[in-house]
């Protein structure tokens, strides 16, 4: 009951600040040593570093424009003669944040729809006899329909007959690079950006009214607003060599990023731009590595049969990737973070209090002088017992 009893009484107990000064020197220069860091800390990391006087918007509105340009001549036993130009090697025409540039093919000329031997490369076409090719069952990863007959029968060792487009393309992979000359196409990648809470916008192109300009400019380092890069730069920039990527394709990605300090005015908002290599690490090979895909132009002939020439296109793929932030002085900000760092010098003096009242020799002595008891009576004020 007492226990109770002094529970509750205590909840109407008031507690109030004593300041006491303790003649310690080792506590005071921990006290300093804490006060300095703490002021280090929001002075340097917080204010200078992190900005922590701005508001940020981090919502970056973004549109990306792309156009390549370059023609290169080819002369093949597949294709003849060819120039070839934008509408050829770029796909999509239209340029958008991701586009790819085919470097090289592996052409199947004259297709038909008709029965032919499937691909020897193809494990479940493999036979020996007609029972092995079931009617009617697809082959896997294969080109078409089985018919039920085993073709090429030869030391036991066949393929199955197949409903395809006729010849099925050849399985082999490029030995020689088609389109050398891509090394000197250039790409036009036009960024415009907007931080909609700022109503702040900017493009990476120069504001110039010299025609001329974007004919004649390349992208460098200190070159940050022509945005005419070539692709054997862009390759290169990201740590590959041109001509052994372009032979079985990649992914390059190019980065733009915007950090704007709007404090510093539009001059200051420059893009920073970083080119990396997607598809495998720089000096890896591996099977899955490179960038490849079909597709086929069709024809009709002068009876009206359709017949096609089948391209397996080899190339670069280019993701343009676009992020950023922007800052810009605010009192919200700058308050908040202004109190954290009043409440962090609060942290250090309780510390230094624990340090005093519990871990040197005299903290009983300290411990006293710290907290004090104060009984009020009817008659008067009357001290209490130190504890």
């Given amino acids: 009951q007492g226990g109770w009893k002094g529970l509750c009484?205590?909840?109407?107990?008031?507690?109030?600040?004593k300041y006491v000064i303790a003649k310690n020197k080792k506590v005071g220069l921990l006290y300093r040593l804490l006060q300095l860091s703490i002021l280090l800390y929001l002075v340097v990391w917080v204010f200078i570093v992190k900005k922590g006087y701005q508001d940020t918007d981090t919502s970056l509105q973004s549109a990306v424009i792309t156009k390549v340009k370059g023609v290169a001549f080819t002369n093949t036993s597949d294709l003849g003669e060819r120039l070839w130009d934008v509408a050829d090697y770029v796909i999509p025409p239209q340029g958008e944040g991701a586009f790819f540039v085919v470097t090289n093919l592996i052409v199947t000329p004259n297709q038909r729809q008709d029965t032919c031997a499937e691909s020897e490369d193809i494990p479940n076409a493999k036979c020996s006899k007609d029972s092995d090719c079931h009617p009617g069952e697809a082959v896997v990863a294969g080109n078409g329909v089985k018919t039920g007959r085993c073709l090429r029968v030869g030391n036991g060792k066949g393929t199955c007959e197949v409903f395809a487009w006729c010849p099925v393309e050849t399985k082999s992979k490029p030995e020689k690079l088609l389109l050398g000359e891509a090394e000197e196409f250039t790409i036009y990648i036009k960024n415009s950006i907007r931080f909609p809470k700022f109503n702040f916008s900017k493009t990476n192109?120069?504001?110039?009214k010299n025609s001329s300009f974007l004919k004649t400019c390349r992208f460098d380092p200190n070159n940050l607003y022509c945005p005419i890069f070539r692709l054997g730069s862009v390759v290169r920039w990201a740590g590959s060599s041109f001509q052994e990527m372009a032979l079985e394709g990649g992914v390059i990605g190019i980065h733009i990023e915007w950090d704007c300090d709007l404090d510093k005015g539009s001059s200051e908002c420059?893009?920073?731009?970083?080119?990396?290599?997607?598809?495998?690490?720089?000096?890896?090979?591996?099977?899955?590595?490179?960038?490849?895909?079909?597709?086929?132009k069709y024809y009709r002939d002068t009876a009206g049969a359709e017949f096609r020439t089948l391209m397996k296109a080899y190339g670069i793929r280019f993701d343009v990737m676009v992020n950023g932030k922007a800052g810009k002085f605010s009192i919200i900000p700058t308050v908040i973070n202004v109190g954290s760092g009043v409440a962090l010098m609060g942290a250090g003096a309780f510390f230094c209090d624990l340090v005093l009242i519990y871990f040197i020799k005299k903290s009983h002595f300290y411990r006293g002088k710290k907290y004090e008891e104060v009984r009020v009576w009817r008659q008067g004020v009357t001290m209490g017992s130190l504890h």
């Fill in 9 to 17: 009484l205590s909840l109407f107990d008031y507690k109030t600040e």
């Fill in 205 to 208: 192109v120069l504001d110039t």
């Fill in 270 to 296: 420059n893009p920073h731009y970083s080119f990396n290599r997607l598809d495998s690490k720089f000096g890896e090979k591996s099977i899955s590595s490179g960038y490849n895909f079909r597709f086929a």
